[in-house]
């Protein structure tokens, strides 16, 4: 088993300039949205078309928690199957990050820190943190434990660990707010174009205002809001250089509708390929 793929600083990539090519993201499907079954998960992402597998935790409804060795063994034989660059804890938002007097919740901080144990053993360079539903920071106690939450589990860290991938409906100003309270290198912000819109922000000024300050994940999620559909062909290219990214995650439900995986990647895949900015002079033959 590899260890954890380079870390990728965010922000604007510098090859991105006049006469660059925009290197082609990588397309990721997320296991949590295929099958509570991790191999299973696997199978259905490749024959789909997908390079990458962001797995889940688990815990209650979504499948056996990693802390159990037998799903531990199967998440390795998945990492031996295809590239798994993400483990996300959805469970967190069942849990509650944090508490309206602004602490962190003692399960949810343990939940953390079982996962990033979980993280080091399979290799994975991101730990994704949510901040929805129990976990939503929509109050200045939430916040503030958020941040807490945050620190307690940055303060674990080596140099050689995932970064720390969070994710909530906050708008740019706020996220960065939250991030610099943390004020953690490891720390990354994480774009979702279905949640943002939900919550009233446009994908590309979050991405624009985030990259500006270095601290967007470079792997963009893209799924449907209440009144969006993703990926859109339309914006996908703007946001994929906007955000720099490494990779675009499909993360509409394909539980009872598996066959629009295939078709969200490959519309992904057509829309993003690596294309020139704009073309540069040819150069005469000597």
């Not at 912000?189 to 624009?208: I, K, M, Q, S, W």
């Not at 809001?225 to 250089?241: E, F, I, Q």
Request: hydrophobic share 40%; proline share 9%.
């Amino acid at each position: 088993m590899t260890g954890a793929p380079a870390k990728t600083a965010s922000g604007p990539d510098p090859g991105h300039g006049p006469g660059s090519a925009v290197a082609a993201p990588v397309i990721a499907a997320p296991q949590w949205r295929i099958d509570t079954d991790r191999r299973a998960a696997a199978r259905t992402a490749l024959a789909a078309g997908a390079d990458e597998l962001h797995l889940d935790y688990g815990g209650a409804h979504r499948g056996p928690p990693l802390s159990d060795p037998v799903a531990l063994r199967a998440a390795e034989a998945v990492t031996r199957q295809l590239p798994v660059p993400v483990l996300a804890v959805n469970h967190l938002n069942d849990i509650g990050l944090a508490h309206e007097e602004g602490v962190p919740d003692a399960a949810a901080v343990d939940l953390l820190r079982h996962a990033l144990d979980c993280a080091r053993r399979l290799g994975v360079g991101v730990l994704h943190v949510p901040g929805f539903r129990r976990s939503r920071p929509d109050s200045a106690g939430v916040r503030a434990g958020t941040v807490a939450a945050l620190r307690e589990v940055c303060a674990e860290l080596t140099g050689t660990d995932p970064l720390i991938a969070y994710e909530s409906p906050l708008d740019a100003r706020a996220s960065l707010a939250l991030a610099r309270a943390v004020d953690h290198p490891a720390l990354r912000l994480v774009l979702d174009t279905g949640n943002l819109c939900d919550a009233g922000v446009r994908p590309l000024d979050f991405a624009e205002e985030v990259a500006a300050a270095g601290l967007l994940l470079p792997d963009l999620h893209v799924k449907d809001g209440s009144g969006t559909t993703a990926p859109s062909a339309g914006d996908l290219p703007a946001l994929v250089r906007a955000c720099g990214a490494r990779s675009v995650l499909v993360e509409n439900d394909y539980r009872q509708t598996p066959a629009r995986l295939r078709e969200d990647i490959a519309l992904c895949r057509r829309t993003t390929i690596t294309r020139p900015l704009k073309e540069a002079p040819s150069k005469e033959a000597p």
